[in-house]
């Protein structure tokens, strides 16, 4: 079970980290996806990190 919450955890930082970090997003498109991915525990953060991430 531990194992569960490192994984869960990773992927906050990774999503926060990375939606923090981005230059195109406006400061209202931020709040929205931290929220949502705050709200939905193992979704929220792996439903942003494959579908929501700005491509490069």
């Known amino acids: 079970m531990s194992l569960f919450y490192l994984i869960t955890t ?3 930082l ?3 980290f ?3 970090n981005s230059k195109r ?3 209202g498109e931020k709040i929205v996806l931290i929220v949502a991915v705050v709200a ?3 979704i ?3 439903l942003y990190l494959l ?3 700005e491509k490069e």
Do not use: Q
Request: aromatic share 14%; no cysteine.
């Open 10 to 12: 990773a992927l906050y």
């Open 25 to 27: 997003r406006t400061l």
């Open 18 to 20: 990375d939606i923090l």
């Open 51 to 53: 579908a929501f991430r």
């Open 44 to 46: 929220g953060p792996a």
């Open 40 to 42: 939905f525990p193992v």
């Open 14 to 16: 990774v999503a926060i």
